[in-house]
């Protein structure tokens, strides 16, 4: 029997020193990672809502977060008929809200008498919340969109600087009882971190500008196309602009993931086109460079013949153009011209200078989901296929972001500054690739564009200089010609570099011209030009 006792009671002091131990875990040493899993279970998760450092254009006007809505967390119990034509009268819509009792809606608008009666009849909880993205999100190609199972980035900007843009807890969340009930008092506090040092102030400043990027997608929307337009400036390489169409509403990303429209492809820096008569900015420049004169004459009978193939020159008609000096040749988009041109300068001068101006490169450093394009090497250009490469069709493809790029580095005087969106990148470099003798003649070519050649019918308050293309395509086994156009603004003294793209726009100049004239007028109107307009 004593023995018994004595073992009974070492047990139960073995279970006394247990539960001390327990108990000062507990309280002292424990404390923190239990109140963390017990927060976790009491969360209360809401979708979409802004939880992530902002994204700011160059003169510090938030892009995101500046959304505020209504939410409305409602007790699954609570839920009926009532409730919901209440919300739908608010327009409210649904938000995901896994592991939790609650349904949880948004809504733009506030309705005082229809939400007194939510408390009253469903108990529900309203609160104000930003949102990350409006319903008409400017710039959501370039800025991209973030996962909504975590709210990392998923895409752009979001996801180019996520570890800027995250929060260590990035859930929205408010307190709830044991049985899941929202906590009376401190049930209506939604916060945004569970940490104060979790909190991202800062956010990351671009290099867009929010009015000319509101007026460039207003263009490019305006046109009914799908497309692409790009803006530059000229000294720096910082994109000021940049759309796509068509758009899509990145509060519903999964509505797209099985379009067949490409609504989630963002063209400016994934959309592979040949470039059409655009490149024949890539062989005038490697002329220059090789020392032969814009007064140089070429002979246009209306087709150029390589090894039995014929191709023809457009813009020269039945007769051609007769002889037409090279500066001329560019104004007017010879083909024939520029075929004998890329014949005497050879491939591998022609891809060499492509190169030096980006194409076949990624423009923007460490930004996501950019397309290199496509150079044809000099073995694929043999024969016949100079031709093609002299006109940029055949194999070569480009994006408008690096159109944009080679386009720049002439309206920079042969410096290439490279490519930017964040204000303060600290990897920007200069680098001369091209002569300034050599990119003031073609500067000077493209200014005749636009004066006296195929880009003379559009006009602006500002000078332009320019280039128009059409570009052959096959779309799905259907033949197209997308336009384009490319240049820049002032043309004697750029200071911004406009390139746009048209999808199955036919004639660059028709198409993609009158868009290229429109930035290049709200320029202009604007005052956006830091130096003299005084032409």
């Given at each position: 029997?004593?023995?018994?006792?004595?073992?009974?009671?070492?047990?139960?002091?073995?279970?006394?020193?247990?539960?001390?131990?327990?108990?000062?875990?507990?309280?002292?040493?424990?404390?923190?990672?239990?109140?963390?899993?017990?927060?976790?279970?009491?969360?209360?998760?809401?979708?979409?809502?802004?939880?992530?450092?902002?994204?700011?254009?160059?003169?510090?006007?938030?892009?995101?977060?500046?959304?505020?809505?209504?939410?409305?967390?409602?007790?699954?119990?609570?839920?009926?008929?009532?409730?919901?034509?209440?919300?739908?009268?608010?327009?409210?819509?649904?938000?995901?809200?896994?592991?939790?009792?609650?349904?949880?809606?948004?809504?733009?608008?506030?309705?005082?008498?229809?939400?007194?009666?939510?408390?009253?009849?469903?108990?529900?909880?309203?609160?104000?919340?930003?949102?990350?993205?409006?319903?008409?999100?400017?710039?959501?190609?370039?800025?991209?969109?973030?996962?909504?199972?975590?709210?990392?980035?998923?895409?752009?900007?979001?996801?180019?600087?996520?570890?800027?843009?995250?929060?260590?807890?990035?859930?929205?969340?408010?307190?709830?009882?044991?049985?899941?009930?929202?906590?009376?008092?401190?049930?209506?506090?939604?916060?945004?971190?569970?940490?104060?040092?979790?909190?991202?102030?800062?956010?990351?400043?671009?290099?867009?500008?929010?009015?000319?990027?509101?007026?460039?997608?207003?263009?490019?929307?305006?046109?009914?196309?799908?497309?692409?337009?790009?803006?530059?400036?000229?000294?720096?390489?910082?994109?000021?602009?940049?759309?796509?169409?068509?758009?899509?509403?990145?509060?519903?990303?999964?509505?797209?993931?099985?379009?067949?429209?490409?609504?989630?492809?963002?063209?400016?820096?994934?959309?592979?086109?040949?470039?059409?008569?655009?490149?024949?900015?890539?062989?005038?420049?490697?002329?220059?460079?090789?020392?032969?004169?814009?007064?140089?004459?070429?002979?246009?009978?209306?087709?150029?013949?390589?090894?039995?193939?014929?191709?023809?020159?457009?813009?020269?008609?039945?007769?051609?153009?007769?002889?037409?000096?090279?500066?001329?040749?560019?104004?007017?988009?010879?083909?024939?011209?520029?075929?004998?041109?890329?014949?005497?300068?050879?491939?591998?001068?022609?891809?060499?200078?492509?190169?030096?101006?980006?194409?076949?490169?990624?423009?923007?450093?460490?930004?996501?989901?950019?397309?290199?394009?496509?150079?044809?090497?000099?073995?694929?250009?043999?024969?016949?296929?100079?031709?093609?490469?002299?006109?940029?069709?055949?194999?070569?493809?480009?994006?408008?972001?690096?159109?944009?790029?080679?386009?720049?580095?002439?309206?920079?005087?042969?410096?290439?500054?490279?490519?930017?969106?964040?204000?303060?990148?600290?990897?920007?470099?200069?680098?001369?690739?091209?002569?300034?003798?050599?990119?003031?003649?073609?500067?000077?070519?493209?200014?005749?564009?636009?004066?006296?050649?195929?880009?003379?019918?559009?006009?602006?308050?500002?000078?332009?200089?320019?280039?128009?293309?059409?570009?052959?395509?096959?779309?799905?086994?259907?033949?197209?010609?997308?336009?384009?156009?490319?240049?820049?603004?002032?043309?004697?003294d750029p200071e911004y570099t406009i390139t746009v793209f048209v999808e199955s726009g036919e004639s660059g100049s028709q198409s993609a011209g009158p868009l290229f004239a429109q930035v290049a007028q709200y320029l202009s109107d604007s005052k956006s030009f830091?130096?003299?307009?005084?032409?």
């Amino acid at each position: 029997m004593r023995k018994r006792m004595l073992f009974v009671g070492a047990v139960l002091g073995a279970l006394v020193i247990a539960l001390i131990g327990r108990l000062a875990y507990i309280q002292f040493w424990g404390h923190d990672d239990l109140s963390r899993a017990a927060a976790a279970q009491q969360m209360i998760a809401l979708e979409g809502a802004n939880t992530r450092g902002l994204i700011y254009d160059r003169n510090n006007t938030p892009l995101v977060g500046n959304n505020q809505e209504y939410i409305f967390i409602i007790r699954e119990k609570n839920f009926d008929g009532e409730t919901k034509r209440a919300l739908n009268l608010m327009g409210a819509r649904e938000l995901k809200n896994t592991g939790s009792d609650y349904k949880v809606f948004a809504s733009k608008r506030y309705d005082k008498e229809l939400g007194q009666q939510l408390i009253r009849n469903s108990s529900a909880y309203i609160i104000e919340a930003g949102r990350r993205y409006g319903q008409q999100q400017k710039a959501v190609h370039i800025l991209g969109y973030v996962n909504p199972q975590d709210a990392s980035g998923a895409t752009g900007i979001e996801l180019m600087c996520d570890n800027q843009l995250s929060l260590l807890n990035k859930r929205i969340f408010t307190t709830a009882d044991v049985r899941g009930n929202i906590m009376q008092g401190r049930g209506l506090v939604v916060s945004t971190a569970m940490d104060q040092d979790a909190y991202v102030k800062k956010g990351v400043v671009t290099t867009l500008d929010a009015g000319l990027q509101g007026a460039v997608e207003d263009i490019l929307r305006g046109s009914g196309k799908n497309g692409a337009i790009v803006v530059l400036k000229s000294d720096t390489g910082e994109i000021v602009a940049s759309a796509s169409t068509p758009v899509f509403d990145p509060n519903r990303v999964s509505e797209y993931m099985n379009s067949d429209k490409n609504e989630l492809v963002n063209k400016v820096t994934q959309g592979t086109y040949p470039p059409g008569s655009v490149f024949k900015i890539v062989l005038a420049a490697a002329a220059m460079e090789q020392g032969i004169s814009p007064d140089k004459t070429f002979v246009c009978k209306g087709y150029e013949t390589i090894n039995g193939k014929q191709i023809k020159c457009k813009t020269g008609g039945e007769q051609g153009h007769g002889t037409i000096t090279l500066r001329d040749a560019l104004a007017q988009s010879c083909n024939s011209a520029f075929i004998q041109l890329g014949q005497e300068l050879g491939a591998e001068t022609i891809i060499g200078t492509a190169e030096k101006m980006g194409l076949g490169q990624i423009p923007i450093r460490d930004y996501p989901g950019q397309k290199t394009g496509n150079l044809m090497t000099a073995q694929q250009s043999q024969g016949a296929a100079i031709a093609n490469l002299s006109i940029g069709q055949g194999e070569t493809l480009a994006t408008p972001l690096q159109i944009a790029r080679m386009t720049n580095i002439i309206a920079n005087g042969g410096v290439d500054s490279g490519v930017h969106i964040l204000l303060e990148d600290g990897d920007k470099t200069e680098e001369t690739v091209i002569s300034p003798a050599a990119a003031e003649a073609v500067r000077q070519m493209m200014e005749k564009t636009m004066t006296e050649g195929s880009g003379k019918s559009l006009t602006a308050g500002v000078a332009m200089a320019g280039k128009t293309g059409s570009a052959e395509s096959n779309i799905g086994g259907r033949e197209t010609v997308h336009g384009w156009m490319t240049g820049f603004v002032p043309a004697q003294d750029p200071e911004y570099t406009i390139t746009v793209f048209v999808e199955s726009g036919e004639s660059g100049s028709q198409s993609a011209g009158p868009l290229f004239a429109q930035v290049a007028q709200y320029l202009s109107d604007s005052k956006s030009f830091e130096r003299s307009l005084d032409f």
